[in-house]
Nanobody, 122 residues
Framework: QVQLVESGGGLVQAGGSLRLSCAASGRTFRNYVMGWFRQAPGKEREFVAAISWSGLSTYYADSVKGRFTISRDNAKNTVYLQMNSLKPEDTAVYYC???????????????WGQGTQVTVSS
């Protein structure tokens, strides 16, 4: 299994930006589809974005499309989530996850990080 560690969360004002990182270790990173999910207090975890093995294909939830960008650097075993134009409703714990299928199936992600808190103030 691959081990995942997220970083980059924090407190930001509405309209601001944050960049999350997720460092992977333990298995060959480029063999995994990578995704970002989030869970707000009292809500179920929801899919945010995913990127294919090579990075050439991406997929986003409608709620973040046009504001968030997922990318990966296979040489650094890292996946990123650039978040712009943040809204208070983006407040959540953000998790990265590793999967194996494309087109992405959010149910197919089997390895998870510990999460990083993102708080957007109004």
């Amino acid at each position: 299994q691959v081990q995942l560690v997220e970083s980059g969360g924090g407190l930001v004002q509405a309209g601001g930006s944050l960049r999350l990182s997720c460092a992977a270790s333990g298995r060959t990173f480029r063999n995994y589809v990578m995704g970002w999910f989030r869970q707000a207090p009292g809500k179920e975890r929801e899919f945010v974005a995913a990127i294919s093995w090579s990075g050439l294909s991406t997929y986003y939830a409608d709620s973040v499309k046009g504001r968030f960008t997922i990318s990966r650097d296979n040489a650094k075993n890292t996946v990123y989530l650039q978040m712009n134009s943040l809204k208070p409703e983006d407040t959540a714990v953000y998790y990265c996850a590793a999967g194996s299928r494309w087109p992405v199936n959010p149910a197919d992600f089997g390895s998870w990080g510990q999460g990083t808190q993102v708080t957007v103030s109004s």
